[in-house]
């Protein structure tokens, strides 16, 4: 059973989200075909890049805006250095400096994606505000970073980043 293992906050820079938009989770298995991750990752100069800027950046990432618990929107694709080009046939999203109210959900591949939903509570009674945009939406995401979700332990876990913007 997946379990929240670590939670904290963390600063991160200006940095451009450049992926593609759907409205449900679906779309993961055209971006491995597809090879667009290294098509993002050859636009920023590689994940270099972004780990010089962000000690946890560098990862393939799901992001939702939700309002309500309704999922508004949902984003496959990488943090990049903020002045990033945006590759033919990508979107951006430009965000501020921020702060990150960050879970480390430990457990097996397919069971650390269910334990998401603690993770808004976690942060929470870690003391941190999560941060709404003006029409109330909330913006979180997994960021599966290499090597902790991408290699599994001993015992067969990964860990999952998953990432509230905080006050």
């Not at 270099?48 to 939700?66: F, H, K, P, S, T």
């Not at 913006?139 to 015992?155: A, G, I, Q």
Request: one cysteine or more.
């Amino acid at each position: 059973m997946a379990e929240i293992t670590k939670v904290f906050k963390e600063e991160v820079p200006a940095m451009r989200f450049i992926g593609k938009r759907y409205h449900d989770y679906g779309g993961w298995g055209e971006w491995f075909a597809n090879g667009w991750f290294d098509t993002i990752e050859n636009s920023m100069g590689g994940t270099d890049q972004i780990l010089a800027v962000w000690e946890n950046g560098g990862a393939y990432v799901g992001l939702e805006r939700r309002k309500n618990g309704e999922l508004l929107e949902y984003w496959i694709g990488m943090f990049t250095p903020e002045n990033t080009e945006v590759p033919e046939g990508f979107e951006q999203i430009d965000l501020p400096k921020s702060s990150l109210g960050t879970c480390w959900i430990y457990g097996r591949e397919d069971e650390v994606h269910g334990a998401v939903g603690n993770c808004w509570e976690a942060v929470r009674n870690a003391g941190m505000e999560i941060a709404a945009a003006d029409d109330g939406a909330v913006m979180s995401f997994e960021n599966c970073l290499c090597p902790r979700f991408t290699t599994p332990d001993e015992k067969g876990n990964v860990i999952l980043d998953y990432c509230y913007f905080v006050k």
